[in-house]
C-alpha cells in the first residue's frame, strides 16, 4: 500500500472518515494509522479527491 493522504485529527469525525474511505477503495482496501495527531490513509492507488467533507457539522450557541 501506498502512503496517499495525511490529514490532521482536529475537527475530523473518524467513523465518517472510514466510511469514505471503504466506499472508495472497499472493505480492506485501504488502512488508517493515527500518529502525531495526524491520520496517515495507505491505499491500493492513489486518491484524486473527496467530495464529500470529513468533518462534522458544526452548530455554535449564542
Request: glycine share 4%.
Given at each position: 500500500?501506498?502512503?496517499?493522504l495525511?490529514?490532521?485529527?482536529?475537527?475530523?469525525?473518524p467513523a465518517?472518515?472510514?466510511n469514505?474511505?471503504?466506499?472508495?477503495?472497499g472493505r480492506?482496501?485501504f488502512?488508517?494509522e493515527?500518529?502525531?495527531?495526524t491520520?496517515?490513509?495507505?491505499?491500493?492507488?492513489?486518491?484524486?479527491?473527496?467530495?464529500?467533507?470529513?468533518?462534522?457539522?458544526?452548530?455554535?450557541?449564542?
Open positions: 500500500m501506498h502512503p496517499i495525511a490529514i490532521p485529527t482536529r475537527n475530523v469525525d465518517r472518515l472510514s469514505i474511505l471503504r466506499n472508495k477503495f480492506g482496501g488502512r488508517i493515527m500518529r502525531h495527531c491520520y496517515k490513509v495507505y491505499a491500493n492507488y492513489q486518491l484524486t479527491e473527496v467530495k464529500e467533507p470529513i468533518y462534522p457539522p458544526y452548530t455554535y450557541e449564542v
